[in-house]
């Protein structure tokens, strides 16, 4: 079996190397210089061209034209990583010319250039270069002044065939990590002194089975004071014998993002002050260094696994001796000090789309048990990478360390003193037994002396992680916009025309009907007076009248009209009944049709004028009295009357009235979710996507019914399409959220979520800036006045500002929030890579807002602004216009004074805090999900508020918990929600509105009232106060208190009028036998409703009071026809009537 796999491995590719020509060099002798080239991969030398002796001069480049060829295997599979992250070394040589008695040629080292592979790897087949070279140190290309033109190599790298073929490239996938700083290290690393190597190593798969350690060697730590450029060069891994400025990656840079952009552990407001002073004052571990890692299909799957089933990803850190020559070395070698490890979380890799993490991660002390608990591994890399790292440094010419002997033994006798052996890790086989592993989780935790260092000091390191391509692609906006119309088609917006015989002569019909309508409006309009009049009508004054109308029909042009009016309609008989579209060649043939269609159109006529004309006018339809808002109104009361078939006729008239009106569809869908006719309210919610396909609500409730059916995938759809048509609607990114919950997707929800937060809390910001600037606005109108009176009276002020001038100097700005990485302007090269590969950032959590406390400052730093308060400002007024301190108030709180602050005694302003969101992106959406009656997704969401940082069980909270549990009719469970939140906030008019409900539906209507009445007397009304009305005043007419009963009807009909009300104002005038203002109440009712049977009775009831038989019978009549079904009503009815005797027309 093994013969036919060797057979499909695909031969090796040469890759060659083709150096062109150098130019603008210059030699120990002058600009005239014999020059060679030397190629070198990694520590394999590939050749040199030291046959060749090239002549460069200024104004000729020295034509190399050296070719060299570098095999790319494919038998293994670190071949393809191997070319990926090392570079290939270009050394330029100067061949000096013999001098006398001299065997040999001397040499001397001019510079060194780097060639990148990488796009080779990416599927390129041929690249150039024009890179710059790089001196050595002594070399002569480093007294080239800066004015005239650089050294330059140029280089073409090629392949027969692409080294990836197209299943490579989409399967596979390339992973750069870039290890930067590690800031504030533990104090007791010494700048001077014995000098240590800097290691961190991190597993990364091979294969789907296989990890391989990648090792960071080059770490040195610098000094606090040594400040760096923001954009600084990366530094290749593996160098080879690269030295001076060759050892970093042309055009590679490390890019600096906003804190609120980063993905680590130090993101918060309280760690910035934290990471300001470690990153200017501090010592810090320097790599920047990356590292390319070629991940084939099955080492894509195992990370992508890894990741799905534990986010954290071990870093290890750690310090060893520097590599001495000699007996020392296997000594050193097995020697870990300050074994740290920092957890990078990985989860955001699985974002759909998101191909970049970036971010500060604290640095824990390493065990065995935390790594474990972390991670699920067994064993770090400790050994392994200290061997590895010892290796790298000793080969490696362009190590920073120089190499010194006589003291490490002594050093490393004391650290073991210190860490014992806990810090050693298992053996070189990479396997640990369970006994080991379980006597460590079983027995008392160990401690990491050195590595607790790490924790006290609050170190951290940067460290990025980039992908070529998401793990997770992101599905574009136009293919869920295509898959949304592939499940709901979109409605056009006019009905298509299918143009048939039929259609045809229906047009013919309605044509004829409009025609006719007219010509009599024409004749009323002339003869009109003359049949006022009940004179016999003779047959010569219908002829005269016939003439005289077809004489003014024939003058005015009104007959040429009609007849165009119904030439269309014919003409589409003749094609479509006749199928008539061409010439007629005969005229005896054309003769015929025209008698044969003037039969038919007569016919035609007569039969269309039949259906049309009628001896009495058809009196007009009248315009409806209630428009879509009073239906919708009508609907929701007879929904909270619990008068459902009422309610879904209400919502199908609004329907009937304008199908094209989504909103229509989408609350008759709502209610029919709320009934549980889950059917119905999908059919409704599809209709409402057909009509607008960008329906943010449609999606998101499409989305909860699919959810509900277990149509997981289609439900994915439409939440994922609600956040690309409303990308900034923190309800769209909440629900997906939800959504991922509900299938168990941890790390989507986590996505979601994060990305609605950061959305609240830019929301909150915008917030406070409006509030801000109308403050301002406020304080230049304050001072206005002031500013024309000291205008007019001190013309010289010796050059002070004004007031207005002064405000603005001393209110500093809100910072609003960093832009995503798309929208932010990038800062060179490296920039424009890291915005390109970065993810819309997600990382702004609830817990990076503010305290209790600092918002409370915030509070009375805008008291005092509207007072007109100075605030003092060190540093002048530049200071004062960002939320951050100024340089000054940092540099004097870390150590340095200025001239300022020494003469200020003052202190400084406190830094702007940043605003707080009025609520969480949970109890946003709870009011939503309340309102549309989506049941599950209301109770998760109460569990995440109940969770969250900024909820937790406030009054808010559980006043939302109890209308659900109204929702679903559990009575006693919303009552105890309420008493919780009315022990939060006492004078809540929600909370004992929705008591009074609970109460109401429970029966007890004492404490009902009482809750009701409590609710109206607050000086603040209830969300929901027509309910409220409506309810109270059926207890007082339960109560036969109808004086009260007629007043809080009349309150309701004043605020939103309905048949309701003015049925129970009816009532309660008819009790208090005012039955003229009782009539003209239930004529309003009926006006609202006219099939409302009870209406009807009480009408009967009046009408029988006050001697009105027909109407009294007619009442009755319409009474019993739609159905009345209150038998108390009708039994007084009978009474009455019996008493009037009269009023039944039964007897």
């Known amino acids: 079996m093994a013969d036919p796999e060797a057979l499909h491995v695909r031969p090796p590719e040469p890759i060659t190397i083709t150096i062109l020509r150098a130019r603008n060099l210059r030699g120990s002798k002058g600009d005239n210089v014999q020059t060679t080239v030397k190629v070198e991969f990694g520590e394999k030398t590939l050749g040199d061209s030291s046959s060749l002796k090239i002549e460069c001069t200024p104004d000729h480049p020295a034509e190399f034209n050296f070719n060299t060829t570098l095999n790319c295997t494919y038998d293994d599979p670190l071949a393809l990583d191997e070319i990926s992250h090392k570079p290939v070394l270009c050394t330029v040589i100067e061949v000096l010319p013999k001098e006398k008695k001299q065997k040999e040629e001397k040499t001397n080292v001019l510079g060194q250039v780097t060639i990148d592979l990488l796009p080779l790897v990416k599927g390129e087949t041929k690249c150039k270069y024009t890179l710059a070279i790089n001196p050595l140190p002594g070399s002569p290309l480093e007294s080239i002044p800066p004015e005239n033109p650089r050294p330059e ?56 089975e296989r990890e391989a350690p990648i090792i960071f060697a080059n770490g040195q730590l610098k000094p606090g004071a040594d400040k760096e450029i923001p954009n600084k060069q990366k530094r290749w891994a593996l160098p080879g014998n690269a030295q001076g400025n060759a050892v970093f990656i042309p055009d590679s840079f490390i890019s600096s993002d906003p804190v609120e952009d980063e993905d680590g552990d130090y993101r918060t407001k309280e760690d910035r002050d934290h990471r300001m002073l470690s990153e200017s004052e501090k010592n810090r571990v320097t790599w920047n260094t990356e590292r390319r890692c070629y991940m084939e299909t099955g080492a894509v799957k ?12 071990p870093v290890e850190v750690m310090r060893l001796p520097q590599p001495a020559s000699g007996k020392g070395k296997k000594d050193d070698e097995g020697s870990i000090g300050f074994h740290g490890v920092a957890f990078v979380n990985l989860a955001p890799l699985l974002y759909p789309g998101v191909k970049r993490i970036r971010g500060a991660y604290k640095v824990h002390a390493y065990t065995d048990q935390a790594l474990f608990e972390k991670t699920k591994r067994r064993q770090g890399l400790g050994d392994e990478a200290s061997k590895i790292a010892h290796n790298i440094l000793n080969h490696s010419t362009a190590s920073p360390f120089p190499k010194k002997g006589g003291k490490e033994k002594d050093e490393k006798k004391e650290k073991d003193l210190k860490k014992g052996s806990l810090l050693n890790l298992a053996e070189t086989s990479g396997t640990v037994t369970k006994s080991d592993a379980g006597s460590e989780a079983e027995n008392q935790a160990p401690v990491n002396a050195e590595g607790q260092q790490y924790v006290d000091a609050k170190s951290y390191i940067l460290i990025e992680i980039s992908l070529t391509r998401p793990l997770i692609p992101k599905r574009p906006p136009e293919e869920l916009a295509r898959r949304v119309a592939e499940y709901i088609p979109p409605r056009p917006l006019f009905p298509k025309r299918t143009d048939g015989a039929q259609r045809a002569v229906e047009d013919f019909h309605n044509q004829v009907g409009v025609v006719a309508n007219l010509i009599l409006e024409e004749f009323r309009d002339l003869f009109g007076d003359d049949f006022k009049s009940l004179e016999t009508v003779s047959v010569e004054s219908m002829e005269s009248r016939r003439q005289k109308l077809l004489y003014e029909l024939n ?67 009248p315009a409806p009295i209630t428009d879509s808002a009073q ?117 989507g929800a986590e996505m979601a979520y994060l990305e609605a937060n950061k959305l609240n809390q830019a929301a909150a910001v915008a917030l406070m800036r409006a509030q801000h600037e109308e403050e301002l606005a406020k304080e230049r109108l304050e001072h206005h ?18 007031p207005s001038a002064i405000a603005n100097m001393l209110v500093p700005e809100i910072k609003q929030p960093t832009p995503p990485s798309s929208e932010r302007g990038a800062s060179g090269k490296s920039n424009d890579k890291a915005s390109a590969a970065r993810r819309l950032s997600a990382t702004k959590r609830p817990s990076d807002t503010l305290t209790v406390g600092e918002s409370e400052g915030f509070e009375e730093a805008i008291a005092e602004r509207s007072k007109g308060r100075k605030l003092s400002v060190v540093g002048g007024a530049g200071a004062g216009k960002t939320s951050r301190p100024s340089s000054q108030y940092r540099i004097s709180r870390l150590g340095g004074t200025t001239p300022q602050a020494e003469e200020s005694t003052e202190e400084p302003p406190p830094r702007e805090p940043t605003p707080v969101p009025t609520s969480s992106v949970y109890m946003q959406t709870i009011d939503w999900l309340l309102e549309v009656k989506a049941i599950p997704f209301t109770e998760r969401c109460l569990a995440h508020e109940l969770l969250c940082p900024m909820g937790g069980p406030t009054a808010a909270y559980h006043i939302s918990l109890a209308r659900l549990k ?28 929705l008591m009074g409900h609970v109460h109401y539906l429970m029966g007890n209507t004492a404490e009902a009232r009482d809750c009701y009445e409590r609710t109206i007397s607050f000086v603040a009304d209830a969300t929901e106060m027509h309910s409220i009305y409506l309810r109270l005043a059926s ?113």
């Not at 109204?966 to 509105?993: T, V």
């Open 302 to 313: 195992s990370f992508q696994d890894k990741i799905a089933k534990c986010r954290y990803w």
């Open 785 to 802: 006045p002031l500013e024309e009176s000291e205008a007019e009276h001190k013309d010289d002020q010796g050059g002070l500002a004004p």
């Open 1035 to 1147: 207890i007082y007419l339960q109560e036969q208190r109808y004086e009260e009963a007629k007043k809080t009807f009349l309150l309701a009909c004043k605020r939103s009028p309905s048949c309701v009300s003015w049925l129970g104002v009816g009532i309660a005038c008819y009790r208090l036998n005012e039955l003229t203002e009782a009539e003209d109440a239930l004529s309003e009712a009926n006006i609202l409703n006219n099939t409302d049977g009870e209406v009807w009775g009480y009408l009967s009831l009046v009408c029988l009071k006050t001697g009105r038989q027909l109407e009294a019978e007619q009442a009755y009549k319409y009474a019993i026809k739609v159905n009345l079904q209150d038998p108390d009503l009708l039994a007084e009815i009978h009474q009455v009537q019996g008493e009037v005797g009269f009023g039944n027309p039964q007897f």
């Open 631 to 747: 239906l919708k109104h009508f609907a929701r009361e007879a929904e909270v009357n619990e008068n459902y078939e009422l309610a879904a006729k209400y919502y199908q008239e609004r329907i009937a009235r304008n199908k094209n009106d989504p909103s229509h569809w989408l609350e008759y869908g709502t209610f029919c979710l709320y009934v549980n006719d889950v059917t119905k309210a999908e059919e409704c919610f599809k209709e409402c996507i057909a009509v607008d396909q960008k329906n943010l609500e449609g999606l998101l409730l499409y989305g909860v019914v699919c959810t509900l059916l277990e149509k997981h995938d289609a439900a994915e759809t439409f939440f994922e399409a609600a956040t690309c048509v409303q990308p900034n609607s923190i309800l769209a990114w909440t629900m997906l959220g939800l959504f991922y919950d509900t299938v168990n997707n941890e790390i």
């Open 966 to 993: 109204l929702q679903k009719r559990e009575l006693s469970e919303a009552e105890n929600s309420l008493n919780e939140a009315l022990q939060f906030d006492y004078q809540n008019p929600d909370a004992w509105s």
């Open 153 to 208: 190599l140029d280089v073409s790298v090629s392949v027969n065939e692409p080294l990836l073929d197209e299943t490579q490239l989409k399967c596979g996938n390339l992973m750069t990590i870039s290890v930067e700083s590690l800031f504030s290290p533990p104090e007791s690393w010494p700048l001077t002194g014995i000098q240590y190597a800097y290691v961190t190593a991190l597993p990364v798969p091979v294969n789907l």
């Open 555 to 621: 003058s005015s042009g009104k007959y040429f009209a009609f007849k165009e009016q119904l030439k269309h309609a014919v003409v589409k008989i003749v094609r479509e009944k006749y199928l008539k579209t061409s010439n007629f060649e005969d005229r005896q043939e054309l003769q015929t049709f025209l008698s044969e269609l003037y039969v038919y159109l007569i016919d035609q006529m007569h039969e269309s004028l039949g259906k049309v004309l009628a001896l009495e006018d058809q009196p007009p339809v």
